[in-house]
Antibody, heavy 131, light 109 residues
Framework: EVQLMESGGGLVQAGGSLRLSCAASGFTFSSYAMSWVRQAPGKGLEWVSAISGSGGSTFFADSVKGRFTISRDNSKNTVHLQMNSLRAEDTAVYYC????????????????????????WGQGTLVTVSS | EIVMTQSPATLSVSPGERATLSCRASQSVSSNLAWYQHKPGQAPRLLIYGASTRATGIPARFSGSGSGTEFTLTIGSLQSEDFAVYYCQHYSNWPVSYTFGQGTELQIK
């Protein structure tokens, strides 16, 4: 069974930093892109960041670009979200999610990753930024 | 930037009846569209991907249709466990981007 478990959430002051982690199990971790998605109180879902299966490519929403970084440790089946210069508007439940498609090298050696739907998602970890 | 707009914001339906939820893209997204169900305190759950393919384990009463800019999620014969918030999501490989609609809350009438 595929499982994702987030940790690292908590209360932090504006301007501070926090590092979220997501532990994965039940699948070949390095073969899938991973993402972080957040939901602010009373709001909808917002994609935050994605990382390729190899970790060599990373992507960010404009709202967090330059403040957040994403990384992964394929030897430990974990993905991390380093959040710096936190703002009150970063307050949200942060979910880790697995991409629905795989990453692979094609016959010509090109590395291809599917960035598509999210399945499954973790239970989420709450980040509260106090101003 | 593609904007996804869901309607209605809230939908009240009686158990056993059919619910129809809409999602519109500001420009064509082909069939790169997913639907999720989200209940309070739980992880969002993938229902539909590729606009019309049911995810593993999803009951047949959930169906998705559409392509381009207009999409529909239909839930036939609503069960008590179906009352939740539903989100559509556009996904793109190039450039990599994901955009959610604002959600439709499906309420018991």
């Amino acid at each position: 069974e595929v499982q994702l478990m987030e940790s690292g959430g908590g209360l932090v002051q504006a301007g501070g930093s926090l590092r979220l982690s997501c532990a994965a199990s039940g699948f070949t971790f390095s073969s899938y892109a991973m993402s972080w998605v957040r939901q602010a109180p009373g709001k909808g879902l917002e994609w935050v960041s994605a990382i390729s299966g190899s970790g060599g490519s990373t992507f960010f929403a404009d709202s967090v670009k330059g403040r957040f970084t994403i990384s992964r440790d394929n030897s430990k089946n974990t993905v991390h979200l380093q959040m710096n210069s936190l703002r009150a508007e970063d307050t949200a439940v942060y979910y880790c999610a697995k991409s629905g498609g795989t990453c692979y090298y094609d016959s010509s050696g090109y590395y291809y990753c599917s960035y598509n739907w999210f399945d499954p998602w973790g239970q989420g970890t709450l980040v509260t930024v106090s101003s | 930037e593609i904007v996804m707009t869901q309607s209605p914001a809230t939908l009240s339906v009686s158990p056993g009846e059919r619910a129809t939820l809409s999602c519109r893209a500001s420009q064509s997204v082909s069939s790169n569209l997913a639907w999720y169900q989200h209940k309070p305190g739980q992880a969002p759950r993938l229902l539909i991907y590729g606009a019309s393919t049911r995810a593993t384990g999803i009951p047949a009463r959930f169906s998705g249709s559409g392509s381009g800019t207009e999409f529909t999620l239909t839930i036939g014969s609503l069960q008590s466990e179906d009352f939740a918030v539903y989100y559509c999501q556009h996904y793109s490989n190039w450039p990599v981007s994901y955009t959610f609609g604002q959600g439709t809350e499906l309420q018991i009438k």
